[in-house]
């Protein structure tokens, strides 16, 4: 079998103020044609940077050893010219957040054709279009009109507009909402199979790969840690770092992954309340007659598409946008509309953002960040006491340590500790938490899921998840609520929806959520 | 668009009626009677001295004076310059085209030589020729402009003339007559070039730095474009945006920033009558020049928000 694409003993290293670090530490990985390599692990562990060196795409300051060798011709020995007649005619790269990686002045058509006419390749971009199913009109349209799926398959056409007999794809469905994630590997998938090119692809989520590769190399601080079928690999993981990885991405209808009894959390009074809630921008309906509950210690789930409303929803809960129709209640009182009444509720109701590190101020110490709520809301007695109770409920022990912090000397996991404390700081009876964990690592994601489920169990805190992830609701709600189009179209606790849905939405959600098939399927079969 | 065209083209209506306004009130401030300082060195009578402010119109309540400014302001009318004894618009149209000849030369050479520098600056950072351009620029930006043009003229010795616009005795036929401008526009050009390319050098460089990492040049070498067609095609128009902004708006800032240029160089344009119109003060002049100048700013504002249009399509769809 001869290789489309061998690395031989890869290392590539980088120049530093610090010295000199290593990325990539002798990496030996083969792939021939038609075949697909998943390239998993954690951000940092060196993933991206074996792609970039596939087409020698590495910063000026990067040192690389060892041989990667495309249809047997070694990359880093090639002329600049023949590197720039090698480049996306023989291989191409599906780059990571197709939202940067597109021209925001150039219309995409032209972006499809501009390698086509450097490489004097003669082709069609509808046709190319078409591949991806996308409409010929698209080739007219500038990026920042496209959705993010969209965007995503341009990527892949653009990839395909030289015919390569390689593609690299970089995380090419991270940030894509389940549906849309599905639709993408589906053409992913089809393009490898009918057109017999080799595809690298790499994730941080082990279940995208499993159910796209057919080889799964997993690496860890630069190395390949293990590899082998992907089968295999998910089914019965050796190394503990693939284990952890696997983990991370529960299977819902998985028993071992479901981290909440079904006696806890229920029964508590209604906490808030949500009655024919209707919110409407012009002549769209964002949210269309919702009606939900929270009950004071209980973890909702809000699961929806993006565009589904369930932002703008968690919005109005907050008192952050005043509904169009429709009351929202906090232990049987409607929501004051004085600021000042706002202000002292949401000391009872806090928000957990997305992205922890755009949520803190990179000028405000780790202390700054827990006080300030503290000092909005004039809380009085002793401040710095506070925030070390509220860190230390969030894990960041001993809280001292961590005062005079900026949040870019630390990790992704202690940022969201750090927002999730300032939360805490106030006492709040439930938290808001939009996507709490989908910028996390996969180790430390577990890991924030199981502070929720503590903060519940200690101090009686309740939690609206809002999330597109259904492996996340399996493992911590105690229910669930499926939004659609403004609409909740099912509610229930977990078991019932999730392991058997009624309403055809939820189906298409279920069915979308790649499968590792690592445990028995559920017992819902998706309706045609 | 249409709506967006009539917005922009109406606040900058406003601007302007509020500029008309704040051009009375501002030198109605300043220190100086037009009138003393029309029969300084002349024996005269009180009761001339008020017949003259009578014909002038200053002996009325500033309130009525206002009131007549602006009645006669927006058909048009800025009164007649105390000093020549002319109407302020004719002075301010024959003043203008040396100034926009002036200005308008400058400015496109040192946006050429500012956006050039500044590409290469950004796309070999650090290097030497960056360090170099990038120093030299800053020092000029620095410098007095007055200085630096008397220092030129100095440096040049007899080779460009130092003042003025033209020769009186040189042949009227077009090209001795444009070769003789060139010739005197050579000293104030350079001078107002060296001053202001500085700006365009280290916004564009800026501007193209935070571009230098963008996801989209990856793609772009990926693609297998050479380097030089990676900056052309797909840096510089995307780094362009901001600069485009900045070079219209300060284009109307050049205007009245020739006004030292031009008292240095007594080139016969509308700074040095501004200049002039200021040792009076001649009121009506002053607030002739003032409008038009600041009128300058306006316009060059509403270009650069129209052209950002043109050139962005995110901000055409929004």
């Known amino acids: 079998m001869s290789s489309l694409l061998e690395l031989r003993d890869l290392s590539v290293h980088y120049r530093t103020a610090r010295g000199e670090v290593t990325a990539v530490r002798s990496v030996s990985l083969g792939l021939a044609a038609g075949q697909t390599l998943g390239l998993a692990g954690e951000s940092g562990c060196g993933k991206s940077t074996v792609a970039m060196s596939v087409l020698r795409l590495l910063p000026r300051t990067a040192r690389v050893e060892g041989q990667v060798l495309l249809d047997g011709e070694d990359v880093r020995g090639m002329s600049w010219g023949r590197l720039r007649a090698v480049r996306w005619a023989a291989a191409s790269v599906v780059f990571q957040g197709a939202m940067h990686a597109l021209n925001p002045v150039h219309r995409v058509g032209e972006q499809i054709a501009e390698p086509m006419r450097l490489h004097g390749v003669t082709g069609s971009v509808s046709a190319l279009l078409d591949q991806v199913e996308l409409p010929a009109r698209a080739a007219r349209a500038y990026p920042h009109e496209l959705s993010g799926g969209q965007k995503q398959r341009v990527m892949i056409a653009m990839a395909?507009?030289?015919?390569?007999?390689?593609?690299?794809?970089?995380?090419?469905?991270?940030?894509?909402?389940?549906?849309?994630?599905?639709?993408?590997?589906?053409?992913?998938?089809?393009?490898?199979?009918?057109?017999?090119?080799?595809?690298?692809?790499?994730?941080?989520?082990?279940?995208?790969?499993?159910?796209?590769?057919d080889r799964l190399a997993v690496m860890r601080h630069g190395q390949v840690v293990e590899e082998g079928p992907a089968r295999e690999v998910i089914t019965s993981p050796t190394h503990p770092h693939t284990q952890a990885l696997a983990a991370a991405f529960p299977t819902v209808g998985d028993p071992a992954s479901r981290q909440v009894t079904p006696s806890e959390g229920a029964g508590g009074p209604v906490l808030l309340r949500a009655s024919d809630l209707h919110v409407s921008f012009g002549a769209t309906k964002a949210v269309a007659g919702v009606d939900l509950e929270v009950r004071a210690g209980e973890i909702v789930a809000l699961v929806g598409q993006s565009g589904s409303g369930k932002t703008t929803l968690a919005r109005t809960l907050l008192g952050l946008r005043k509904p169009t129709s429709g009351r929202v209640l906090f232990e049987g009182r409607e929501l004051p509309r004085s600021a000042s009444g706002l202000r002292a509720y949401r000391r009872q109701v806090q928000l957990v953002l997305q992205d922890p590190t755009s949520a803190l101020n990179p000028r405000h110490s780790v202390y700054e960040a827990v006080?300030?709520?503290?000092?909005?809301?004039r809380v009085d007695g002793d401040e710095s006491a506070r925030v070390a109770e509220a860190l230390s409920q969030a894990e960041l022990r001993p809280p001292e340590l961590f005062f005079p912090s900026l949040p870019h000397e630390l990790s992704g996991g202690q940022r969201q500790?750090?927002?999730?404390?300032?939360?805490?700081?106030?006492g709040p009876r439930l938290l808001v938490a939009d996507e709490p964990v989908a910028s996390l690592d996969a180790s430390v994601r577990g890991e924030i899921l199981a502070l929720l489920l503590r903060l519940r169990r200690e101090l009686g805190l309740a939690a609206l998840v809002i999330t597109h992830d259904l492996g996340l609701a399996w493992t911590i709600a105690d229910r669930v609520?499926?939004?659609?189009?403004?609409?909740?179209?099912?509610?229930?606790?977990?078991?019932?929806?999730?392991?058997s849905p009624r309403h055809d939405y939820t189906r298409t959600l279920l069915a979308a959520v790649p499968h590792a098939q690592r445990s028995t399927r559920p017992n819902w079969t998706s309706s045609p | 668009m249409i709506r967006h065209l009539a917005g922009k083209v109406g606040g900058a209506l406003v601007s302007l009626l509020f500029v008309v306004a704040l051009g009375f009130l501002l030198f109605r401030v300043i220190p100086g009677d037009p009138v003393v300082a029309m029969t300084r060195g002349r024996p005269v009578t009180g009761d001339q001295l008020a017949e003259l402010r009578a014909r002038l119109g200053v002996d009325k309540p500033l309130t009525e004076q206002f009131a007549d400014y602006l009645a006669a302001a927006v058909r048009g009318d800025f009164g007649t310059s105390y000093v020549y004894s002319r109407p302020v618009l004719e002075l301010i149209g024959e003043r203008l085209w040396p100034t926009v000849l002036l200005t308008g030369t400058s400015t496109v050479l040192a946006v050429v030589i500012g956006l050039w520098l500044g590409i290469r600056g950004a796309w070999r950072r650090g290097s030497r020729s960056d360090r170099i351009s990038t120093g030299l620029a800053l020092a000029q930006w620095a410098m007095p402009t007055f200085w630096l043009g008397m220092l030129l003229s100095l440096a040049t010795g007899d080779l460009f003339p130092s003042g003025g616009m033209r020769y009186p005795d040189t042949p009227s036929d077009f090209v001795s007559q444009a070769v003789d401008v060139a010739h005197h526009m050579v000293l104030p050009c350079l001078t107002m070039i060296a001053v202001v390319y500085a700006q365009y050098l280290l916004v564009m460089r800026s501007s193209l730095l935070e571009e230098m990492h963008a996801d989209y040049l990856t793609t772009a070498r990926a693609k297998g474009l050479r380097d030089d067609l990676v900056r052309r095609r797909h840096a510089v128009p995307n780094a362009l945006l901001p600069t485009v902004t900045l070079v219209f708006l300060h284009l109307g800032l050049v205007v009245s920033g020739a006004i030292t240029v031009e008292t240095v160089f007594s080139w016969p344009g509308l700074g040095l009558l501004t200049y002039e119109a200021l040792t009076g003060p001649?009121?009506?002049?002053?607030?002739?020049?003032?409008?038009?100048?600041?009128?300058a700013v306006i316009a060059m504002n509403v270009v650069a928000d129209l052209l950002y249009r043109v050139l962005d399509p995110r901000v055409r769809a929004s």
């Open chain 1, 160 to 213: 395909l507009a030289c015919e390569p007999r390689l593609v690299v794809a970089d995380e090419p469905t991270t940030a894509l909402d389940v549906v849309v994630q599905a639709q993408v590997l589906d053409v992913l998938k089809r393009l490898v199979s009918e057109r017999g090119i080799g595809l690298v692809m790499i994730s941080h989520d082990l279940s995208v790969l499993a159910s796209t590769c």
């Open chain 1, 371 to 377: 006080a300030e709520g503290l000092r909005i809301h």
């Open chain 1, 417 to 426: 500790r750090v927002v999730i404390a300032g939360a805490l700081a106030l």
């Open chain 1, 481 to 499: 609520a499926v939004m659609y189009r403004g609409e909740l179209v099912e509610q229930g606790t977990v078991e019932q929806v999730l392991l």
């Open chain 2, 282 to 295: 001649d009121l009506p002049l002053l607030q002739g020049t003032f409008v038009v100048l600041a009128g």
